[in-house]
Each structure stands twice: as C-alpha cells, then as structure tokens.
C-alpha cells in the first residue's frame, strides 16, 4: 500500500482508498495512522474492509479520529 499511495502522489491523484485490520478484525489504527499521514495532502477514504469490523461504531469514531 506504500508502494501505491506513493506512485499515486507523485502522478497528482486526489485521493487513495486503504483500509487495514488486524487479526482480531478491528481496525489497526497504527497502521492506518501511517497511511493516512503517508497519504497527505491527498483525500483518503476507509474502504470496505470497515464491512468485516466486529464494532462498526467503535471502527467509526477510530477512523474519524484518524482524519
């Protein structure tokens, strides 16, 4: 996902769709922290891996903090 958000940057994309869980299907908010902050200033989107979370609420105030 580095790799692609990377080559997305430089080529201008507004935006990339990512989203990471961990084993226990929660989000792994480390991980995506990185990305987002790896992204920037591009738009970024949770893709549908949020559909697998076993919290969806507790998943959404997670990926709000996350920006």
């Keep these: ?8 940057k430089s080529i201008g994309v507004d935006g990339v769709v ?4 961990d084993k226990q299907n929660e989000i ?7 990305l987002v902050e790896l992204a920037a200033p591009m738009q970024t989107t949770f893709h549908r891996a949020f559909d697998c979370l076993k919290n ?10 996350l920006g």
């Design 18 to 21: 990512f989203g990471v869980l």
């Design 1 to 8: 996902m580095i790799g692609n958000i990377l080559f997305c």
């Design 56 to 65: 969806p609420m507790q998943g959404l105030e997670q990926i709000m903090e």
């Design 28 to 34: 792994d908010v480390n991980r995506n922290k990185q």
